[in-house]
């Protein structure tokens, strides 16, 4: 099965835009997540060890979740 790239734009307050791309099984897991959960009103625990994109992947939730 062929992977393509995906990716998510998230712009912080300071109108900066950081963006996660990326092909891994695993990231495209976690924008699908996004997606879903930035559609609804739930409360998301994100978690992880240090550096590994945690803020990035709240920013983008709350981008999507304005449109």
Same mark, same amino acid.
């Given at each position: 099965?062929?992977?393509?790239? %995906? ?10 835009? %950081? ?5 891994? *099984? ?5 924008? @699908?997540?996004?997606? &879903?959960?930035? %559609?609804? @009103?739930?409360?998301?625990?994100? *978690? ?8 990035? &992947? ?7 979740? *304005?449109?």
């Amino acid at each position: 099965m062929a992977i393509s790239a %995906r990716n998510v734009i998230a712009i912080e307050p300071s109108g900066a835009k %950081r963006e996660l791309l990326g092909i891994s *099984q695993g990231l495209c897991k976690v924008l @699908d997540s996004v997606s &879903v959960v930035s %559609r609804t @009103d739930s409360t998301v625990l994100i *978690q992880g060890e240090t550096g590994t994109g945690k803020e990035l &992947v709240a920013k983008a939730i709350h981008e999507e979740s *304005q449109e």
